[in-house]
């Protein structure tokens, strides 16, 4: 049985002579063509062997899945996604978006050569860090900064410069842990220093700190903002403006990893809470990082600012050179700097400022553009536009709602999971939140150049609600 089953099938040469596949050998590399016929002859020979099928798909079967593979393969796998969400830092959906103005840029430093190591007064060697650490230091208020990968880097090399070896004190209520693999008791393991915790889940004193530093030979304050989780009721933390005292008093070293920080104080996008890291400073931390892609707005960094003999510590630190910042990185956070020389440009040209500073009648006018968009495009949809609670994500603020609006699309027969697997199977695919029978398109997070596109998606919901009605 097996036997004869394998005897129908095609051969590999006469696969291969078809008109379809000599066709396709034209447009893909010959290997690749002959790879993925084999990949999908292979396995029909294993279902047949497995006992799975009962009769052999014909040379057109053959022909149209290894056609079907190829296009597949020939996408790219990261691509542009539209971000219905309304969550503005979506870790999911990369975050920050940077815009095209900032690519434009990118574009220009990085398609050819660039100066990124290289002096061009001195015609010597130069630092990559150099491009960004001036204005670092104007928008923090710093001595001397220094870039790196990203922010848990920063905290690791923070740690590993100026408290390995050392007793470090944490609060037991910024214990946190951030996107599954980050907690901040095994990275202050991994970098060498001895986690002493202080105070209670809900209540840390200054007086906890000042017993750790007395009694159990602490020389480390370490500060941690709690991005992605709120604790209230019976709650009391200490500042870092009490815990300086305390630092200066028994010659301690005050760090503070911010996580997220803006460059301005966030009333400037309209909002109560988030952290500057210039406050953070003033107030006497010897040291702060925080994130270049959470409420800066910027590429993937972590940025470490503080004291000069810190800093230079840090830059020598041989650990820093497998954790520092990329060219595209560099060249995206030095346009985001630029625009930070002012607070109004930087709400307006960054564009996760600029989702932040949107108020709810911007997001209500916008979501009545889209959905007059999406009836243009699929006349007959129920569309109506309704109230969104947007949020900043990304662990940055927890907590904060910003109200705005969506246009919510019925999903007629199909339920709401149908409805958005065909949005996000979509060449561009459009990523909701889906309520009961509803996806909800938040514009928040939808750029006015997008729309067209989002309108295509739910002319394809539309296409999608209609076959269903045929199919029940
Ligand atoms: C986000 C965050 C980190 C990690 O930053 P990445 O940029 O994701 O590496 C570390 N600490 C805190 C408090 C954070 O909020």
């Not at 007059?372 to 662990?395: C, F, H």
């Not at 969506?406 to 309520?435: F, H, N, Q, Y």
């Given at each position: ?283 006497g931390a010897d040291v702060v990082c925080f994130s270049a892609d959470k409420l800066f707005g910027s590429a993937q960094a972590g940025i470490i600012a503080g004291r000069k003999a810190c800093i230079d510590r840090i830059r020598k630190n041989q650990l820093t050179r497998m954790m520092r910042i990329d060219k595209l ?144």
């Amino acid at each position: 049985m097996n036997g004869e089953l394998m005897r129908k099938l095609p051969k590999v040469d006469f696969m291969l002579g078809r008109d379809r596949l000599r066709e396709a050998a034209a447009r893909y590399p010959y290997a690749v063509v002959k790879d993925t016929l084999n990949a999908v002859l292979t396995e029909i020979r294993e279902k047949i062997l497995a006992g799975g099928i009962s009769s052999v798909p014909g040379p057109d079967d053959i022909e149209e899945t290894v056609l079907h593979r190829l296009e597949e393969g020939s996408h790219f796998s990261l691509r542009r996604v539209i971000n219905g969400t309304g969550v503005i830092l979506h870790t999911n959906l990369g975050r920050a978006p940077l815009g095209g103005e900032v690519l434009d840029h990118l574009k220009e430093v990085l398609s050819g050569y660039s100066n990124l190591e290289y002096d061009l007064s001195t015609g010597r060697r130069g630092s990559r860090y150099s491009h960004v650490e001036e204005m670092l230091c104007r928008v923090t208020g710093a001595e001397a900064a220094i870039v790196v990968n990203n922010n848990a880097a920063a905290v690791f090399l923070m740690l590993n410069t100026l408290a390995k070896d050392r007793k470090t004190a944490v609060s037991r209520g910024e214990l946190v842990e951030i996107g599954g693999s980050f907690r901040m008791p095994d990275i202050m393991g991994a970098s060498g220093t001895e986690l002493v915790e202080v105070g209670t889940t809900n209540r840390t004193r200054l007086s906890d700190y000042a017993d750790a530093v007395r009694n159990r030979d602490v020389s480390v304050l370490l500060k941690v903002h709690r991005s992605n989780f709120l604790i209230s009721g019976f709650t009391e933390e200490t500042e870092i403006r009490e815990l300086r005292d305390l630092a200066l008093e028994e010659d301690c070293i005050l760090l503070f990893d911010c996580g997220a920080a803006f460059a301005y104080p966030p009333e400037t996008v309209g909002l109560r809470e988030g952290i500057t890291a210039r406050k953070a400073i003033r107030e006497g931390a010897d040291v702060v990082c925080f994130s270049a892609d959470k409420l800066f707005g910027s590429a993937q960094a972590g940025i470490i600012a503080g004291r000069k003999a810190c800093i230079d510590r840090i830059r020598k630190n041989q650990l820093t050179r497998m954790m520092r910042i990329d060219k595209l990185s560099l060249a995206a956070l030095e346009t985001a700097l630029l625009y930070c020389r002012d607070p109004k440009l930087a709400a307006e040209k960054i564009p996760a400022l600029r989702m932040m500073a949107s108020t709810e009648e911007e997001c209500r006018e916008r979501a009545e553009r889209l959905k007059k968009r999406i009836l243009e495009e699929a006349p007959g949809l129920d569309v109506s536009v309704t109230l969104a609670e947007d949020e900043i994500g990304g662990g940055a603020i927890p907590g904060v709602v910003l109200p705005g609006a969506a246009v919510s699309v019925g999903t007629g027969s199909l339920s709401g999971e149908e409805a958005d697997r065909v949005l996000r199977g979509l060449r561009v695919p459009l990523v909701t939140r889906i309520k009961d029978r509803a996806v909800l398109i938040s514009v928040r997070t939808v750029e006015d150049g997008e729309f067209d596109d989002a309108a295509s998606a739910c002319a394809a919901l539309a296409a999608r609600i209609r076959e269903h009605r045929v199919e029940v």
